[in-house]
């Protein structure tokens, strides 16, 4: 049974570049959320996708955007890096309606 | 505007020590409370509690949920080095299928 896949794991950028960042959900969910987590904070909520649409947003800039495909998994967008965009990136999937959520192991975005 | 406060940030303790994190939240909305373990990256699933009083036990862990006060506490007994990481909690919206988290707490046995 797959869980969340994220790609790639670390990344480092230049400011002012974009980057996008890859998720597949485990099998059988439909919903995908991404999660920022800046060092030594807890996660912060970015947006949910769910039949491929932006379900909820949570308090960032429109640099930041997001796709979700047939098959659910889902891309995150950064436009205009800056030094302060370097966090974990979390995706976690969940089944619409139902309790739990599972998270993958994060991509690491470190922005010079 | 929703917060969720965890405290003590940061705990070092001696393995064999017994430990309480605590948890508090005002939400709207609430669904349920979910504790994780982050080691390295992703975070593990604890538990989820969802009702007042009900513990719930996962061999030395244990937690329950507290919804009038609004607060968890996540216990550990007998620690052992394995249990040294940051432990978060969250809160999920009630229709809303979002989570918003503390801080963590940052717990570290010595051995």
């Known amino acids: 049974d797959a869980g969340v896949t994220q790609s790639p794991t670390h990344l480092i950028k230049t400011r002012g570049q974009q980057v996008t960042l890859r998720c597949s959900p485990k099998?059988?969910?439909?919903?995908v959320s991404w999660y920022q987590q800046a060092l030594g904070q807890g996660p912060q909520f970015i947006f949910q996708?769910?039949?491929?649409?932006?379900?909820q947003r949570g308090n960032f800039p429109d640099r930041f955007s997001g796709h979700q495909f047939p098959n659910y998994s889902s891309e995150l967008n950064v436009n205009a890096l800056l030094l302060g965009d370097s966090a974990l990136y979390l995706c976690?999937?969940?089944?619409?309606?139902?309790?739990?959520?599972?998270f993958g192991s994060g991509t690491r975005l470190t922005v010079v | 505007e929703d917060k969720v406060v965890q405290s003590p940030l940061s705990l070092v303790v001696h393995e064999g020590d017994t430990v309480t994190l605590n948890c508090s939240y005002e939400?709207?909305?609430?669904?349920?409370l979910l504790w994780y373990k982050q080691e390295k990256k992703a975070p593990t699933f604890l538990f989820m509690l969802?009702?007042?009083?009900i513990e719930k036990k996962s061999g030395r862990l244990s937690s329950i949920l507290d919804k009038k006060e609004l607060f968890s506490i996540l216990n550990i007994t007998a620690t052992q080095t394995g249990d040294s990481a940051v432990y978060l909690c969250a809160v999920e919206h009630q229709g809303a299928q979002k989570l918003v988290f503390g801080q963590g707490t940052r717990l570290t046995i010595n051995p």
């Open positions: 099998s059988g969910h439909d919903t």
């Open positions: 939400v709207t909305n609430f669904r349920s």
């Open positions: 996708y769910y039949e491929e649409e932006e379900r």
């Open positions: 976690a999937s969940s089944l619409a309606g139902k309790y739990g959520y599972t």
């Open positions: 969802t009702s007042s009083g």
